[in-house]
T-cell receptor, first 116, second 120 residues
């Protein structure tokens, strides 16, 4: 079984500052994928970034980067230069890799509020 | 291009009634997923289709829940004898191939806006 823990129910960040959203995970799988999704008030889940468990380098996508520490089983999301439009719920998720790896297991989410 | 669409966006029903929730995936996506998101929680997996068949329905909470995808595109999630505990947002997602999530573009799950179901 896989489990995702997001310990920050809510976070505030000043516009243009960087913010880190925490995510820890638990799995017995050797190979897995880690994801971050953004959910604005409209409700749609928007894929942000992916990290494979065997990827040696941390993933980056524009202003998003994933701080992957395998030994600590953490996959924190870093958002640089926060914008007002970044205000939303953020979910960390994981899935095993390989055949049948279609299920995403999500954490409870962190509500990010960007302050002007 | 068009994303995943779900209808209705909101559904209010009385306890004990039957409801159907519809999902239109992205054209050409063979894999389709249903998730349920309760208030204050992350989405929980319900069922996965590869083409017309349900490859994994292990997330369906009980036999009141059923889903179909008869022609391999549109899917309908059906809930019989609804209970107040069924109130949630039901999310649908599709991906190009499914089966293996490895960060490749064809495996990324694209989500719809969801259907908010309220059982009174």
């Amino acid at each position: 079984a896989q489990k995702i823990t997001q310990t920050q129910p809510g976070m505030f960040v000043q516009e243009k500052e960087a913010v880190t959203l925490d995510c820890t995970y638990d799995t017995s799988d050797q190979s897995y994928g880690l994801f971050w999704y953004k959910q604005p008030s409209s409700g749609e889940m928007i894929f942000l970034i992916y990290q494979g468990s065997y990827d040696e380098q941390n993933a980056t996508e524009g202003r998003y980067s994933l701080n992957f520490q395998k030994a600590r089983k953490s996959a924190n999301l870093v958002i640089s230069a926060s914008q007002l439009g970044d205000s939303a719920m953020y979910f960390c998720a994981m899935s095993p890799s390989g055949a049948g790896s279609y299920q995403l297991t999500f954490g409870k989410g962190t509500k990010l509020s960007v302050i002007p | 291009g068009a994303g995943v669409s779900q209808t209705p966006s909101n559904k209010v029903t009385e306890k004990g009634k039957y409801v159907e929730l519809r999902c239109d995936p992205i054209s050409g996506h063979t894999a389709l997923y249903w998730y349920r998101q309760s208030l204050g929680q992350g989405p929980e997996f319900l069922i996965y289709f590869q083409g017309t068949g349900a490859a994994d329905d292990s997330g369906l909470p009980n036999d009141r829940f059923f889903a179909v995808r008869p022609e391999g595109s549109v899917s309908t999630l059906k809930i019989q004898r609804t209970e107040r505990g069924d109130s949630a947002v039901y999310l649908c997602a599709s991906s190009l191939s499914g089966g293996q999530i490895g960060g490749r573009a064809e495996d990324e799950q694209y989500f719809g806006p969801g259907t908010r179901l309220t059982v009174t």
